[in-house]
């Protein structure tokens, strides 16, 4: 095996077309078993089950992490536990007890804005057939079981694939570009148009992290709280609201989490860069930073921060500016080996054929148009209740 620890965006993007076609045989043996009960049990269907559903879940993340590790492992001899830094002993008390209200502030937040979504695709006919999750009477041993297979797996697996093996490669372009390309990706390789919305803007905020603090486990915590959460607002009962009152909860949603997801990432970044530069040796390792002022510093700043967001939408240059800021200050974190080329696989070639002058491999058009006809597909099916 090959002490490689980092790979090119192409190789990257290889690692997720191959967990693409792991994903596809899952779904093509949960067919064949639904095919099967079918005709063993008089035309009964085992995909209406939560069963099933849950069941797909788990098979779906297995087969796409076997997927991208043959492709890793096997036919690129790189070495997967140097590919991504897991972090699970550089886990700190401060940062980890904001992750659960990363986590709240973003569904409080996102969600709104992702029925928003479902709403105006709903006027237009889309209207998927809804699966059944819960069984009635769920036991205490039943839910633990699903959640493990809905929040514990995805949350570990697709964290290795996206913030690991994608975001691995992806960093050679600029972190800027990293966290938006694997949220972009994370986006619609899930191929349901119900969750476009909250899935983007949630790979947003979990590539930010992995960006910054250069482990995936502070990540894989909030994958896990946000699927958790996802669960458990099956047993609320929205459906007896008015129009007006869901209107009016959704207002309080968005500013309610607006707030809490700013203050609080504003909070875990200056934690997080406090202990950079311990590492670093750039400040006293025994120097400590109280969690109580950075949460005052950042509900001070806010004012700054909208002003902030505000420039970035409507000053020219800003954006870039930003953006080029960022990677200067979190590229230096991202250690490549020497020794591979930008790109090695699926490259364009300038007419000069000079490969180097590619911005993007082909091999990210190819992965973007794999899980876009993914995603379309799914869409196309929603308008005949499938």
């Given at each position: 095996?090959?002490?490689?620890k980092?790979?090119t965006?192409?190789e990257?993007n290889v690692?997720?077309?191959s967990?693409l076609g792991?994903?596809?045989?899952a779904?093509?043996?949960?067919?064949?078993a639904?095919?099967?009960?079918s005709?063993?049990?008089?035309?009964?269907?085992l995909?209406a089950?939560?069963?099933?559903?849950?069941?797909?879940?788990?098979?779906?993340?297995?087969?796409m992490?076997?997927?991208a590790a043959?492709?890793l492992?096997?036919?690129?001899?790189?070495n997967?536990l140097k590919?991504?830094?897991?972090?699970?002993?550089?886990?700190?008390p401060?940062?980890?007890?904001?992750?659960p209200?990363?986590?709240?502030?973003?569904i409080?937040?996102?969600?709104?804005l992702?029925d928003?979504?479902?709403?105006?695709?709903?006027?237009?006919?889309?209207?998927?057939?809804?699966?059944?999750?819960?069984?009635?009477?769920?036991?205490?041993?039943?839910?633990?079981?699903?959640?493990?297979f809905?929040?514990?797996?995805?949350?570990?697996?697709?964290?290795?694939l996206?913030r690991?093996?994608?975001?691995?490669?992806?960093?050679?372009?600029?972190?800027?570009?990293?966290v938006?390309?694997t949220?972009?990706?994370f986006?619609?390789?899930?191929g349901?148009?119900?969750?476009?919305?909250?899935?983007?803007?949630?790979?947003l905020?979990?590539?930010?992290?992995?960006?910054?603090?250069?482990?995936?486990v502070y990540?894989?915590i909030?994958?896990?709280?946000?699927?958790?959460i996802?669960?458990?607002?099956?047993?609320?009962p929205?459906g007896?609201m008015?129009?007006?009152?869901?209107?009016?909860m959704?207002?309080?949603?968005?500013?309610?989490?607006?707030?809490?997801?700013?203050?609080?990432l504003?909070?875990f970044k200056?934690l997080n860069?406090?202990?950079i530069?311990k590492?670093?040796?750039?400040?006293?390792?025994?120097?400590?930073?109280?969690l109580?002022?950075?949460?005052?510093?950042?509900?001070?700043?806010?004012?700054?921060?909208?002003?902030?967001?505000v420039?970035?939408?409507?000053?020219?240059?800003?954006f870039?500016?930003?953006?080029?800021?960022?990677n200067?200050?979190?590229?230096?974190l991202?250690k490549?080996?020497?020794e591979?080329?930008?790109?090695v696989i699926?490259?364009?070639?300038?007419?000069?054929?000079?490969?180097?002058a590619?911005?993007?491999?082909?091999?990210?058009?190819?992965?973007?148009?794999?899980?876009?006809?993914?995603?379309?597909?799914?869409?196309v099916?929603?308008?005949?209740?499938?």
């Open positions: 095996m090959s002490n490689r980092s790979l965006l192409g990257s690692s997720l077309l967990a792991g994903m596809t045989a779904a093509l043996l949960m067919m064949s639904v095919f099967i009960y005709a063993a049990t008089d035309g009964k269907d995909s089950t939560s069963a099933y559903v849950w069941l797909t879940y788990g098979a779906t993340q297995a087969f992490i076997i997927g043959f492709y492992l096997v036919l690129r001899k790189a997967i590919l991504f830094d897991f972090g699970a002993s550089d886990l700190t401060q940062k980890t007890l904001l992750l209200f990363i986590s709240v502030g973003a409080l937040a996102f969600s709104p992702a928003l979504f479902l709403y105006v695709l709903s006027l237009i006919g889309y209207n998927p057939a809804e699966q059944a999750i819960f069984p009635e009477g769920i036991s205490a041993a039943t839910f633990l079981l699903m959640t493990f809905v929040a514990v797996i995805p949350a570990v697996f697709e964290e290795i996206f690991g093996a994608l975001l691995n490669g992806a960093r050679r372009r600029g972190s800027f570009f990293a938006i390309y949220a972009a990706i986006m619609i390789f899930h349901n148009p119900m969750q476009t919305v909250h899935q983007f803007l949630l790979g905020v979990l590539g930010y992290v992995a960006v910054t603090t250069g482990k995936i990540g894989v909030l994958h896990f709280l946000n699927n958790l996802a669960l458990l607002t099956v047993f609320i929205f007896g008015t129009v007006t009152g869901l209107a009016v959704y207002v309080i949603w968005i500013i309610a989490g607006a707030f809490i997801l700013t203050v609080s504003k909070t200056k860069d406090a202990d530069q590492r670093c040796g750039l400040i006293d390792k025994n120097q400590s930073v109280s109580l002022k950075e949460l005052k510093a950042a509900v001070s700043g806010l004012k700054d921060t909208a002003r902030f967001a420039g970035l939408l409507v000053k020219g240059g800003a870039k500016a930003a953006a080029e800021e960022f200067a200050k979190y590229d230096p991202n490549f080996d020497e591979i080329g930008n790109d699926f490259i364009f070639e300038d007419k000069n054929g000079d490969k180097n590619a911005k993007l491999p082909a091999s990210t058009w190819i992965l973007t148009g794999a899980c876009a006809l993914l995603w379309l597909t799914s869409f099916l929603g308008f005949f209740g499938a």
